[in-house]
Every structure is written in structure tokens, then in C-alpha cells.
């Protein structure tokens, strides 16, 4: 079995795909299956979140691209900015497009938001929510990498 100790930045021509819920994007050391249905071993020195711009290097040399899989979530509409609000003050991912948001399925964000006055339909897609607070990744803790000193 093949092991990935890498991830790259990449847009070129991969020589396999394996597609991940965002869930799944994050992770450290777990076994994948390409979409070809080839196994690999993802063993990485921390737990890392990939995109679907990212790709796992295999021992032998071979990129894997990573793509964002079809998902069930809820699109929102309605007071848009308000709604925002409301969906991070809860600290949930949002997918953010000009007419609606787009949150994962579940039925307490989804009261939430219904009581907040808000239009919510069910739809399935590949969930790529905003980056953390400092522009890329997830927010997992404050840490940015500089002091404040």
C-alpha cells in the first residue's frame, strides 16, 4: 500500500482523485481509497485540513488531488448578513455565495434559522466553507503562527 507523508498546493494533472466530505478533509493518519479504488495510507506529522486544491504526494511520486464530495446541506436565504451572524456565532462552517449560504444538514441550525425568519431547502453538493478567521484553513485556536508580543 502506497503512504502519503505530503500535501501540495496543486492544479495540474493528478494521477488519481479521492473525494472527501469536509468532515474528512481533516485528518492525520487514515487509511483512503481513490476514487480509482486504489488504497493509500495518509500519514502526515500533524492533523491537517485539505481542500480540493490540495494533493497528497505518495511515497512512489504519484499526486492524489483531493475533491470536495457531494454532501447533504442546507442552502439559506434571507437576511443574508443577519443570518451570517447568527451561523458564526455559533462557530459552524459557511459556504458563503451572492444569493444564499450554504451550512451542513442538521436539525438545530436548521430551527435556529428557520426561527430567525430564514428560507432553508435542502440540496447536495460539495461543501467548501469560508476559511478561518486569518483567511485560510480552519479555525482551530488562535494560533497564527506570530506573536503578539
Not at 40 to 69: E, I, M, P, W, Y
Not at 112 to 130: I, K, Q, S
Request: net charge negative; hydrophobic share 40%.
Amino acid at each position: 500500500m502506497s503512504v502519503a507523508h505530503a500535501i501540495i498546493h496543486f492544479h495540474g494533472q493528478a494521477d488519481a482523485t479521492v473525494s472527501l466530505t469536509y468532515d474528512a478533509r481533516l485528518l492525520r493518519r487514515k487509511k483512503l481509497l481513490t476514487d480509482q479504488g486504489e488504497a493509500f495510507l495518509v500519514d502526515l506529522a500533524q492533523t491537517t485540513s485539505v481542500t480540493d486544491h490540495d494533493a497528497f504526494v505518495l511515497t512512489d511520486g504519484r499526486k492524489v488531488a483531493v475533491v470536495a464530495a457531494d454532501e447533504p446541506l442546507m442552502r439559506v436565504t434571507g437576511d443574508l448578513t443577519r443570518l451570517a451572524w447568527h451561523i458564526g456565532n455559533r462557530h459552524a462552517p459557511c459556504a458563503i455565495a451572492d444569493d444564499a449560504l450554504y451550512v451542513q444538514r442538521e436539525k438545530v441550525m436548521r430551527a435556529m434559522l428557520e426561527h430567525l425568519g430564514a428560507r432553508v431547502e435542502d440540496v447536495t453538493g460539495p461543501f467548501t466553507p469560508e476559511g478561518g478567521a486569518y483567511g485560510h484553513g480552519r479555525t482551530m485556536g488562535h494560533d497564527h503562527g506570530h506573536s503578539h508580543a
